[in-house]
């Protein structure tokens, strides 16, 4: 079993930042990529970012050259700093590795 926490979130205005952390704990081995979906009301669950063991990574269109996910593989630990960020930015976002969930944690962008 594996167990994803994340941590970051909250409400920001427009154009401010955030950064969120999921620290993974458990059955950790291996060289797995991790990522981050979120999930808007209304709105299917979108893929926003991943990275690989080795530090490769993919971004949705709509977060490119605002958003970096990064990861600390000593710490089981990977993060997303997201920058620039829009009202449309809201959503619950959901931390993943392997076939393994975070809980989710609320990012509202709003004035």
């Known amino acids: 079993q594996v167990q994803l926490v994340e941590s970051g979130g909250g409400l920001v205005q427009p154009g401010g930042s955030l950064r969120l952390s999921c620290v993974a704990s458990g059955s950790i081995f291996g060289a797995y990529a991790m990522g981050w979906y979120r999930q808007a009301p209304g709105k299917q669950r979108e893929l926003v970012a991943t990275?690989?063991?080795?530090?490769?990574?993919n971004y949705v269109d709509s977060v490119k050259g605002r958003f970096t996910i990064s990861r600390d593989n000593a710490k089981n630990t990977v993060y997303l700093q997201m920058n620039s960020l829009k009202p449309e930015d809201t959503a619950v976002y959901y931390c993943t590795y392997r076939m393994y969930w975070g809980q989710g944690i609320q990012v509202t962008v709003s004035s």
């Open positions: 990275i690989t063991y080795g530090g490769n990574t």
